[in-house]
């Protein structure tokens, strides 16, 4: 079973070190940029600093990420934090 237990700061760290840079934090939120290589697409991810992140949260962190399918970033994230 794919792991969904993850603490908001587990996120932050993964998606730092694959290119998304912490632009500012507000309250207990981080707030990360990501602008693609090639296309200069640029994402902005919000994850709240908890020490669990709730389903719907990881859902949503996941869709601004640009992921089609949420087990597989699960997965992603879990092999990597």
């Keep these: 079973m794919v792991s969904r237990d993850f ?3 587990e996120i ?11 632009d ?3 309250g207990d939120h981080v707030i990360l940029k990501y602008t693609h290589p090639e296309t200069s697409e640029t994402r902005t991810v ?3 600093l908890h ?3 709730r389903i719907g949260t990881l859902q949503s962190i996941a869709d601004q ?3 089609d399918d949420f087990r597989a970033w699960c ?3 879990d092999e990597h934090r």
Excluded at 12 to 22: A, D, E, I, Q, S
């Design 46 to 48: 919000t994850v709240p």
């Design 12 to 22: 932050v760290n993964v998606l730092r070190k694959f290119g998304y840079r912490h």
């Design 7 to 9: 603490s908001g700061r």
């Design 75 to 77: 997965e992603w994230i």
């Design 24 to 26: 500012r934090t507000s």
């Design 51 to 53: 020490d669990r992140v």
């Design 65 to 67: 990420c640009g992921a």
